[in-house]
């Protein structure tokens, strides 16, 4: 395995750890561990559960996905592309469901790493990424809507098409309410651009809940909707859970594993050109799933590598895996010492910081980028967006990824399958005569480009239907096939037999060693009908 599976952290600790580099990450550890406060907290609340599991996954799974990590630099905790499928769990199967159901996807994580699916994932389509993660931010910002202007719907209808109607019919906007959502907004944006080391969401927190307070304004808060936030880490506890519940559950943890490891795997992508560095994405599939387990096993919802956390490690200096424990250590020491506080938190704050998550998330010149791609591109964004908004994640992602796979198949099959190098009448192309030599006038040459699977053998039996009946011989070239499927054989077979009964001889040169060996295998040719290069063919 060498050092495929060994956690960054032992090897930067063994390349040696100056007390520097410590001072830097003990730095961006604090920034980090601030910048993730609300964010937790807020994601926990989106997400239908209690804020304190918020808190307590960014610590557990934080510092277990930088202490056992194959990226230097990966942040780990609560994300708010997962607001969508807990929500959905925890509404169907309540908390003790979303809890086996992180366990299992942590089990499932752990199964792809060790499997090496870490270079798979990269092979999910961009435009399907795109597609779910606008479908998941328009959702973000759809749910935000009631706390944002104190619209006081005792229940906000679950699909995105009836909570809109729900909210004009309301009739009412609560004016402090409203005022502290989009002043939150306002100071989130716009504070960056004076205040560069602090970040915006926790000075928009901190002047929203000291209003709040001096003013007596009465608005709702973390404390008066849930109650005091505990300042004490949980006992880890094991759920129970019968077999038919276990299946129902399988479903959404194989869409928290999947959607999971992408974004970590993204995360760590995204780290890598910053800092120059090359992550272990096996590794870091296998950290992920045991941060998950550990996660559910404390009472937390699901984790992984978050995308503009690292990057704020990474310009704060962080470089090593013990920026993301101290960012862990920092968010404990805040729940052990300032939890009481953090229940003074207004809900419109927490709702107006959601809004600008939701906008970041959108990364809505990305979306349109897409329109000015092919229409197969443009199918499988619209298809994955609308899917995520009206119906469900695990859904899109499943059509999507179907869709992508067929519409590759088809521009694939629909790209030339075979060349015509030259037949009678045809010496004219200096180039195909110096290269291949003088074909016969009984003689047709065809070159096949690309893989002979099944969405492209229709179009090479169709096109050697053009064989005449002057020709004696057709040889094809087959440099460029890399691969022939079971298709493809049947294809070739067929081919083969009609050339046969009408004494036409079928010569195949070139053939790459896995092909010819599978084309041997089936008895189609005989292996003298297998020549090393046109040239030899020809002289056939």
Same mark, same amino acid.
């Given at each position: 395995?060498?050092?495929?599976?060994v956690?960054?952290?032992?090897?930067?600790?063994?390349?040696?750890?100056?007390?520097?580099?410590?001072?830097?990450?003990?730095?961006?550890?604090?920034?980090?561990?601030?910048?993730?406060?609300?964010?937790?907290?807020?994601?926990?609340?989106?997400?239908?559960?209690?804020?304190?599991?918020?808190l307590?996954?960014?610590?557990?799974?934080?510092?277990?996905?930088?202490?056992?990590?194959?990226?230097?630099?990966?942040?780990?905790?609560?994300?708010?592309?997962?607001?969508?499928?807990?929500?959905?769990?925890?509404?169907?199967?309540?908390?003790?469901?979303?809890?086996?159901?992180?366990?299992?996807?942590?089990?499932?994580?752990?199964?792809?790493?060790?499997?090496?699916?870490?270079?798979?994932?990269?092979?999910?389509?961009?435009?399907?990424?795109?597609?779910?993660?606008?479908?998941?931010?328009?959702?973000?910002?759809?749910?935000?809507?009631?706390?944002?202007?104190?619209?006081?719907?005792?229940?906000?209808?679950?699909?995105?098409?009836?909570?809109?109607?729900?909210?004009?019919?309301?009739?009412?906007?609560?004016?402090?309410t409203?005022?502290?959502?989009?002043?939150?907004?306002?100071?989130?944006? @716009?504070?960056?651009?004076?205040i560069?080391?602090?970040?915006?969401?926790?000075?928009?927190?901190?002047?929203?809940?000291?209003?709040t307070?001096?003013?007596?304004?009465?608005?709702?808060?973390?404390?008066?909707?849930?109650?005091?936030?505990?300042?004490?880490?949980?006992?880890?506890?094991?759920?129970?859970?019968?077999?038919?519940?276990?299946?129902?559950?399988?479903r959404?943890?194989?869409?928290?594993?999947?959607?999971?490891?992408?974004?970590?795997?993204?995360?760590?992508?995204?780290?890598?050109?910053?800092?120059?560095g090359?992550?272990?994405?096996n590794?870091?599939?296998?950290?992920q799933?045991?941060?998950?387990?550990?996660?559910?096993?404390?009472?937390?919802?699901?984790?992984?590598?978050?995308?503009?956390?690292?990057?704020?490690?990474?310009?704060?200096?962080?470089?090593?895996?013990?920026?993301?424990?101290?960012?862990?250590?920092?968010?404990?020491?805040?729940?052990?010492?300032?939890?009481?506080?953090?229940?003074?938190?207004?809900?419109?704050?927490?709702?107006?910081?959601?809004?600008?998550?939701?906008?970041?998330?959108?990364?809505?010149?990305?979306?349109?980028a897409?329109?000015?791609?092919?229409?197969?591109?443009?199918?499988?964004?619209?298809?994955?967006?609308?899917?995520?908004?009206l119906?469900?994640?695990?859904?899109?992602?499943?059509?999507?990824?179907?869709?992508?796979?067929?519409?590759?198949?088809?521009?694939?099959?629909?790209?030339?399958?075979l060349?015509r190098?030259?037949?009678?009448?045809?010496?004219?192309?200096?180039?195909?005569?110096?290269?291949?030599?003088?074909?016969?006038?009984?003689?047709?040459?065809?070159?096949?480009?690309?893989?002979?699977?099944?969405?492209?053998?229709?179009?090479?039996?169709?096109?050697?239907?053009?064989?005449?009946?002057?020709h004696?011989?057709?040889?094809?070239?087959?440099?460029?096939?890399?691969?022939?499927?079971?298709?493809?054989?049947?294809?070739?077979?067929?081919?083969?037999?009609? @050339?046969?009964?009408?004494?036409?001889?079928?010569?195949?040169?070139?053939?790459?060693?896995?092909?010819k060996?599978?084309?041997?295998?089936?008895?189609?040719?005989e292996?003298?009908?297998?020549?090393?290069?046109?040239?030899?063919?020809?002289?056939?």
């Open positions: 395995m060498g050092q495929e599976f956690p960054k952290l032992f090897t930067t600790l063994r390349a040696g750890y100056t007390r520097h580099q410590f001072g830097r990450d003990l730095t961006a550890g604090i920034i980090v561990g601030i910048v993730a406060l609300p964010l937790a907290i807020a994601f926990a609340i989106a997400s239908g559960v209690p804020p304190e599991k918020g307590i996954t960014a610590v557990v799974a934080g510092f277990f996905i930088s202490a056992f990590g194959g990226s230097r630099v990966q942040i780990g905790g609560p994300t708010g592309a997962f607001i969508v499928i807990v929500y959905g769990i925890v509404q169907e199967h309540g908390i003790a469901g979303l809890t086996v159901a992180t366990f299992l996807a942590g089990l499932l994580l752990i199964l792809m790493g060790l499997l090496r699916f870490g270079a798979l994932l990269r092979y999910f389509p961009h435009t399907l990424i795109v597609g779910f993660t606008t479908g998941i931010a328009v959702i973000i910002f759809s749910a935000q809507i009631n706390d944002l202007l104190g619209l006081g719907l005792a229940q906000v209808p679950v699909d995105v098409l009836e909570k809109w109607p729900a909210y004009f019919s309301s009739g009412r906007i609560h004016p402090t409203a005022a502290i959502g989009v002043g939150t907004i306002l100071v989130t944006v @716009l504070s960056t651009r004076i560069k080391v602090v970040p915006g969401s926790l000075i928009a927190i901190v002047l929203a809940t000291v209003a307070q001096l003013l007596h304004l009465p608005v709702d808060t973390i404390g008066s909707r849930f109650g005091s936030i505990p300042n004490t880490l949980p006992m880890p506890q094991f759920h129970a859970v019968d077999l038919a519940t276990l299946k129902e559950l399988l959404p943890a194989l869409a928290i594993a999947l959607l999971g490891g992408i974004e970590s795997l993204l995360s760590a992508v995204v780290a890598d050109g910053s800092i120059g090359r992550h272990r994405s590794m870091e599939l296998v950290a799933g045991g941060a998950n387990m550990l996660s559910a096993l404390f009472g937390g919802i699901p984790a992984t590598g978050a995308i503009a956390r690292t990057a704020t490690n990474v310009k704060n200096g962080g470089r090593t895996p013990v920026a993301g424990m101290v960012h862990a250590l920092v968010l404990l020491l805040i729940m052990v010492a300032a939890g009481q506080w953090a229940a003074m938190i207004p809900m419109a704050c927490l709702a107006g910081i959601l809004v600008v998550v939701a906008w970041n998330m959108a990364e809505l010149h990305g979306f349109m897409v329109f000015r791609t092919s229409r197969h591109d443009m199918a499988v964004l619209l298809a994955t967006f609308l899917l995520t908004v119906f469900d994640l695990i859904i899109a992602i499943e059509v999507g990824m179907v869709l992508a796979a067929f519409l590759f198949m088809k521009r694939m099959s629909d790209a030339p399958v060349e190098l030259g037949s009678s009448g045809e010496q004219g192309d200096a180039l195909t005569e110096s290269e291949l030599g003088r074909i016969p006038p009984s003689v047709m040459v065809y070159e096949i480009n690309g893989p002979l699977f099944f969405g492209a053998a229709q179009t090479f039996v169709d096109t050697l239907r053009t064989v005449g009946d002057k004696r011989t057709v040889v094809l070239r087959m440099r460029h096939v890399p691969f022939i499927d079971a298709t493809g054989l049947h294809r070739l077979g067929d081919i083969a037999g009609t @050339l046969r009964q009408r004494k036409v001889r079928l010569l195949l040169t070139e053939v790459q060693p896995e092909v060996e599978a084309i041997l295998k089936t008895g189609l040719l292996a003298g009908a297998i020549r090393a290069t046109v040239r030899e063919a020809l002289e056939a």
